[in-house]
Every structure is written in structure tokens, then in C-alpha cells.
């Protein structure tokens, strides 16, 4: 893949939730909601403050996170559908 997320950004992947309740029931694709974690394909070198010194960021490549609902900017790269956040987007790491 060709593209590097600049400064505190961040290249997400999705990764879809199940498609049946702990019970049993199948969900149809109509009534899912987008899932909410994803596992971070690339970072940015990190965010520069006023003074021009870069903080490295806290997650790197291959981390599984969880991030807000409505958090970042839907993307097509290579034909896969990704997500580029700012690094405060992200709510934590998974495991």
C-alpha cells in the first residue's frame, strides 16, 4: 500500500463484528451498525508542537483499537474501504 497517514493520524481498518447475537438471532446487513473497532494498517511519524519538536504516537501498526462512532473520514485505498483518524479519536487499545 502506498499511502502514509501525515503527523497524528492514523490508517484504520475495520473489522466487522459477528453476524449473530450471543442467542442465536442472525442480524441482517440493514440493521448493523458500523462496527466500532478496527486494527491500525498505519501511523503518521506523530504530532509536532508549537516549539517543532514531534511527540511519536502512542499506537503503531497492527494495534486493535476502539474508536467513536462517528470518528474519522471514510476512504477507498486499493479498493478497501479504511478510515483515516487523528490519533485523539482513538478511545483505547484493545488487548
Do not use: C, N, Y
Not at 31 to 58: F, H, W, Y
Not at 73 to 91: A, N, R
Amino acid at each position: 500500500m502506498g499511502f502514509r497517514p501525515l503527523h497524528d493520524r492514523v490508517l484504520v481498518r475495520r473489522i466487522e463484528a459477528d453476524e449473530k447475537t450471543t442467542g442465536g438471532i442472525i442480524i441482517p446487513d440493514t440493521a448493523k451498525e458500523k462496527p466500532q473497532e478496527g486494527e491500525i494498517v498505519a501511523v503518521g511519524t506523530g504530532a509536532r508542537s508549537d516549539e517543532g519538536k514531534v511527540t511519536p504516537l502512542d499506537v503503531k501498526a497492527g494495534d486493535k483499537i476502539l474508536f467513536g462512532k462517528w470518528s474519522g473520514t471514510e476512504v477507498k485505498i486499493d479498493g478497501e474501504d479504511l478510515i483515516i483518524m487523528k490519533e485523539s479519536d482513538i478511545l483505547g487499545i484493545v488487548g
